[in-house]
């Protein structure tokens, strides 16, 4: 792992869709990290890294959303966390369906490499929350902290205006096909629509290399495109499994992944007939 240094005091640390993407920026009050990685040996490998480059400490992480690839690294830095009010909840929830003792204990069985979740792993919640918008004003560098849902029910960006670069979690997937698995896809077309309305930005995604809005707009055509055409074939009558198996729906240019897209497909026949 090795981070960029985007524009002076920015950089972003690009994981090749390893694992998910992280950063930090670099105040004259300290260094601030947005998303730590997906385990704590990574999030001490994103520290060291940090202190080739600077003295200064870290002062605060800021987690996008509550997923395990953004915030297990947290422990590493023993700084104030920093995430929408949503995501303690959230986080805790998931940890109680996903990682109970024995769901540990069968996963270290299986997989001794992962031992680290049962010996070392020490969950670090927010302690710093906002509804809507933060606003951190660290000189050089303004730091605007918006929540827009969508890709979860925490998920927020991390704007830097006067730098021009948009740290957008998981709401973009560079190179492959989105995760929407857990997504709202109103919520989340509402969101890219909301960065769109950003103007010109280099973007962090949550996975992936560097991008623009112009991806973000092909992002939001997709979903829209296949939201209107699952909405159409449930008009029609169709069922769940009819519509998983049909060849009618937009596919993702890359065609990757087609069990993602597939689990995509399924969460928003549940969400339309919900509404229905």
């Not at 990685?37 to 001490?44: N, Y």
Request: glycine fraction near 6%; aromatic fraction near 8%; charge should be negative.
């Amino acid at each position: 792992m090795q981070a960029t240094e985007l524009r002076p005091n920015v950089f972003a640390c690009l994981m090749d869709n390893q694992t998910a993407n992280a950063g930090f920026v670099v105040t004259k009050h300290g260094v601030v990290v947005i998303d730590t990685f997906d385990s704590p040996a990574r999030g001490r490998e994103l520290a060291a890294d940090i202190r080739t480059r600077t003295a200064k400490p870290v002062v605060a992480v800021i987690n996008t959303h509550y997923h395990y690839d953004h915030v297990f690294g947290n422990q590493a830095f023993g700084a104030p966390v920093v995430a929408h009010c949503a995501l303690a909840g959230e986080l805790a929830e998931a940890v109680a369906r996903d990682l109970s003792p024995e769901d540990v204990a069968e996963r270290v069985s299986e997989h001794p490499e992962d031992r680290w979740l049962a010996d070392e792993l020490e969950l670090v919640y927010p302690n710093i929350i906002f509804e809507h918008r933060l606003v951190l004003d660290l000189p050089p560098l303004l730091l605007i902290i918006r929540h827009l849902g969508g890709h979860s029910p925490d998920s927020s960006i991390v704007d830097l205006p006067d730098e021009g670069i948009l740290f957008t979690g998981d709401l973009i997937f560079e190179g492959r096909v989105p995760f929407l698995g857990c997504a709202h896809f109103g919520d989340t077309i509402k969101a890219l629509r909301m960065l769109e309305s950003l103007g010109d930005r280099t973007i962090v995604p949550g996975h992936g290399a560097l991008c623009d809005i112009t991806y973000v707009t092909r992002c939001r055509e997709y979903l829209q495109a296949l939201h209107a055409a699952v909405g159409e074939l449930i008009a029609r009558g169709w069922d769940k499994s009819a519509v998983l198996d049909s060849e009618q729906l937009p596919q993702w240019w890359t065609k990757d992944r087609p069990d993602t897209q597939q689990r995509n497909i399924e969460r928003l026949y549940d969400e339309l007939v919900s509404r229905a």
